[in-house]
């Protein structure tokens, strides 16, 4: 079992940037993969990004060349890095594990955090 902990949402204007964390603990960190999901009013859990245990990533489209993820594996700890935010990014951002390698579907994850509010305005 692993326990995740999201930190690091807030309000920020549109074009402004926030970090989020993913603070697990319980298993072997090295050896899972660590996704970022998000959720917005009345929608579905959307795929954001992961960094599986080798250090590889995978990005949703409407992500890519303005969030970055990373991991330290010392300090049992994922990054979500977010840039040039939208309104549309406004959500409910959870960090899940699995092990090995992540993929896309909420259903591959074993483990959720509870959350953390990122709001965007215009």
């Known amino acids: 079992q692993v326990q995740l902990v999201e930190s690091g949402g807030g309000l920020v204007q549109a074009g402004g940037s926030l970090r989020l964390s993913c603070a697990a603990s319980?298993?072997?960190?090295?050896?899972?993969?660590i996704g970022w999901f998000r959720q917005a009013p009345g929608k579905g859990r959307e795929f954001v990004l992961v960094?599986?245990?080798?250090?590889?990533?995978s990005y949703a489209d409407s992500v890519k060349g303005r969030f970055t993820i990373s991991r330290d594996n010392a300090q049992n700890t994922v990054y979500l890095q977010m840039n040039s935010l939208k309104p549309e990014d406004t959500a409910v951002y959870y960090c899940?594990?699995?092990?090995?390698?992540?993929?896309?579907?909420?259903?591959?994850?074993?483990?959720w955090g509870r959350g953390t509010q990122v709001t965007v305005s215009s």
């Open positions: 319980g298993r072997t960190f090295r050896r899972l993969a």
């Open positions: 899940a594990a699995k092990s090995l390698v992540g993929g896309t579907e909420p259903d591959e994850y074993d483990n």
């Open positions: 960094v599986n245990w080798s250090g590889s990533t």
